[in-house]
Structure formats: C-alpha cells, structure tokens
C-alpha cells in the first residue's frame, strides 16, 4: 500500500487539527483519535493499520453493490471524459440525468412517471417539502402548508430535514423545528406498545394522523411523510395493520403521502421500493443512498401523476434546483448501478435468496437472552435488547448498550450500527451465505459479551 499517495502517516493528527467530523463529538472523537479507512473490496473495508473489517451496514445503508466495482469506476470515467459537467437549469439536460429519470420510474409503478434530482437525502426532503406546499395552492389552498412526520423520524440533517425528522437532540441544535411542522406517535411496539398486541398497537399510532389533521385542521395540512422502515431511529419495523391505515387516513383527509425511500428504495426490503413492499402509493418519494450505491452522491424526489400534473400546467417556474442536480457523472454512476441491480437481478436476490438466508441467521439470535426481538424485512435487520425479555423491560442505559455490543463486533471485525438499545444491520446485495454467518457468530458474542458485563 506503500504507494498510496494519501498515506501519510500522522494523518490522524492533521485530522483532530481540521476536520470536523458530522454527527460527532469532536472532543472527544480528537482525543481518541479517528479511524482511517483506506480501502475496500467487496463487503469489506481495511483501516490505516490494515486491520480488516466485514461492513455489515454497507457504508451508511447505501453501498448496496458492493466496494470495488470496476464498472462503476469505468462509467464514472466514461462519463468524466465525454462531459464532466452541464446543468439541467436553462432548457437544457444531459444524456445520463434523462437516461436516469426513466430508469428509475420504470421500477416506480404505474401512476410515478417524474423524476426531481438532487444530491443527497436531505436536499430531496427540502424539495419535496416545497414541492407539497406550492401544489397545494396551485391548486388553490395557500393555506395547506403544515407538514407531520413522525417522532424518531430520520429525513436529513438539513434545517427542513432536521425539522421533519423527529430527534429531539436535533432539534435542540438551531432552534428546531421550524415552523409547520409536527410530530405524532411511531409504530415502535415493542417499547412504546404497553398490554396492546402489535396490530392493535399499529392502529392506534396511525389514527394519531387522524388526531393531529382535527387539530391542525385539514385546510392548513399538506402532507405526512414517513420512512416505510424507520432507519436511524432503530430499523422499526411497523405492524401489518399500520401502512393500510396511514394511506387510508391521507386520502379521506386529502393530504399528500411522502414515502422517504432513501433507505428503502433500489432493493433494500427485496422490492424497488418500500412503499411496493408494504402495498401503498405515495405521492411523493425522496430517493439517495441506494440510487448510486454512495459510490458519487446524487439523490432525487420521484413525483406521482397526481403533484406532477399539477406542476407541469399550473405552477410556472418552480424556483428550486441545485447546480449539481443531475449531475452527469452522478447521473451516470447511478444509471450504471442500477445496471448492475438489475443485471445481477440483486433485488429478486434480496427478496428470494440472500434475504431469507439472513433472516434465519438474524431470527436464530431471537434465543439469546439479551435479546428481545428480531425484525427483518429484506436485507435490513434490528435487533432490540432487553434485560428481561418476559417483561420487555429495558436496560437501564439503554443508550450504553447498544454502544457496548457495537464495540465489540468492531473488535471482533465486524462494522455494525447501535441506535440506543438496538443493532442494527445493513449489508450488501452481494454478500455471501458464508460472510452472512459471520455476521451472526460476531453478533452473537457481542450479545454473550453484554450478558456477561450485565451480569457484573
Ligand atoms: C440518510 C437519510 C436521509 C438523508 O440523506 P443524506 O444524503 O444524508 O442527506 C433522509 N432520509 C432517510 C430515511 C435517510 O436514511
């Protein structure tokens, strides 16, 4: 590796001096110092001291081909050399950015046929949040602009983002959330759901909607938004009885349905999207992560036929973009990815094949003591720890836990992600059965490492 030109050897000093890591106490992340990650290969990543790990949540949900993919290097090439950079802002667009709005919605359905790029996750919660407000009073309902999302939400780190998602510790940075917005209940039976059983507990957390457009009153209320899966907030898989009264609720009460896909969408839950798995048509759906398997950034808003019409005959100018939106070369990194996807057939693969295989692996951890329950949809799996599973009582610091499992599996050679008291797991389409086992013996002695510190 010697001749690695970024190998410099006391990179993680000039890193404490400069750089300022996202999501991160940099105090006390200087004081212990980062870790360097140099390369990567396949489902692994190798750190500065060559020490090898198995990712087990593909980067941040998103490399969900794999590292290393010599076609991806070769498109982005391609595309670099033919024209690194146009916009799409003056009637004019590129080959890949068209290209790639129809790729997409040709997995989309039937009634999503537009396609709005951005660069990221939280720039298409930003556009979708205008977008909902200036459909609304085209259509005559300027004052239909309050938006709801959910408690322990995840849409971004931007101010728009940041306000719609539910984290109070975010919204304690910045005076959040801004205003016309507000939180209801989420779907997280196993710690909020109390004597109820999980299809009761699930309609009674979507009739909260209900509740909340009494209170605001319809006329003043533009959209719901929510993640199929919560992602951040602990992979919180919602019980049946919840998606089919959400989507019921946002059409008796004419508001706009924004299914955050970002994680979900491309294969993740062994569909194209979420909102296909879970069987409801949003009218919004902001996209990123999978769409380019976070080898370039590059994010998006799929737009249905209902908001579309309506931005296409009656809105003029909708005066939003990005310089980079549709950028080329992330365009077509994208496009090759999901030629990749679609090639390797790695969505049928999650759905058929890999998916259940992990499943049986993660639902075998179900007996261990700590743990009290094993969700999986797909290739996503959460795992929520428990002192005493008879009960569902929690640990009493619930957000030390997580942590403690989560050092263990990276001692062991395992990247996993804690959210408070629960794993979570990510990992690539292409990962094999036998680095799958790894995954669970590695978990499984971070469990045996829990129960035996709780135990002291
Ligand atoms: C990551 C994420 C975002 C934000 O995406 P960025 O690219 O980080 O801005 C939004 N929604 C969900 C569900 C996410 O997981």
């Known amino acids: 590796m010697n001749d690695n030109p970024l190998k410099i050897s006391n990179l993680a000093a000039i890193d404490a001096a400069h750089h300022l890591h996202p999501f991160s106490d940099m105090g006390k992340l200087n004081a212990t110092g980062t870790r360097i990650i140099e390369r990567a290969e396949g489902v692994f990543i190798y750190d500065s001291t060559g020490k090898k790990y198995l990712d087990a949540f593909a980067g941040l949900w998103c490399v969900n081909i794999g590292y290393g993919r010599r076609e991806m290097t070769d498109a ?74 959910r408690r322990n939400g995840y849409h971004g780190s931007t101010v728009a983002g940041a306000s719609l998602g539910g984290m109070t510790w975010m919204h304690e940075q910045g005076n959040l959330p801004i205003d016309g917005v507000s939180h209801i209940g989420q779907p997280y039976w196993y710690v909020e759901g109390g004597d109820l059983t999980p299809a009761e507990f699930g309609l009674k957390v979507a009739r909260e909607l209900d509740a909340k457009i009494d209170e605001l009153g319809e006329d003043n209320v533009a959209a719901f938004v929510a993640e199929p899966i919560q992602g951040a907030g602990g992979v919180i898989v919602p019980p049946e009885t919840y998606w089919p009264e959400i989507a019921r609720i946002c059409k008796a009460r004419n508001i706009l349905l924004v299914s955050d896909e970002v994680i979900c969408g491309f294969g993740r839950l062994g569909s194209w999207f979420g909102y296909q798995h879970f069987g409801y048509e949003p009218d919004l759906a902001p996209v990123a992560k999978g769409l380019s398997s976070g080898y370039l950034p590059i994010g998006g808003v799929l737009v249905s ?27 077509a990194a994208a496009l090759e990815n999901l030629r990749i996807i679609e090639d390797e057939g790695l969505v ?35 795992l929520q720890l428990t002192a005493d599973k008879a009960t569902r009582k929690r640990f009493d610091k619930p957000d030390d836990v997580g942590t403690l499992v989560r050092n263990h599996c990276l001692e062991n050679g395992l ?32 469990l045996d490492h829990l129960a035996h510190t709780a135990r002291i």
């Open 348 to 382: 049928e693969r999650v759905r058929d094949d890999i998916g259940p295989y992990f499943q049986q692996g993660w639902q075998s951890l179900l007996d261990h003591e700590t743990v009290g329950e094993a969700v999986n949809v797909g290739l996503i799996g959460g």
């Open 76 to 149: 982005v090439s391609r595309q670099m050399n033919e024209l690194p950079y146009y916009n799409a802002f003056f009637g004019t667009t590129t080959p890949p950015a068209t290209l790639l709005a129809q790729k997409i919605v040709s997995h989309a359905g039937p009634n999503m046929n537009h396609v709005f790029f951005t660069n990221s996750g939280s720039e298409a919660t930003d556009t979708w949040f205008r977008m909902a407000r200036v459909y609304w009073k085209a259509l005559g309902y300027p004052t239909k602009t309050h938006v709801i999302a």
């Open 415 to 446: 990247v996993m992600r804690a959210t408070g008291d629960r794993m979570l797991a990510s990992p690539a389409f292409t990962i094999s059965r036998s680095e799958i086992d790894q995954i669970i013996e590695i978990v499984r002695k971070g």
């Open 305 to 331: 036929d209902r908001v579309a019409e309506v931005m296409l005959t009656k809105v003029g100018d909708f005066n939003h973009g990005f310089t980079y939106s549709g950028h080329p070369v992330c365009a």
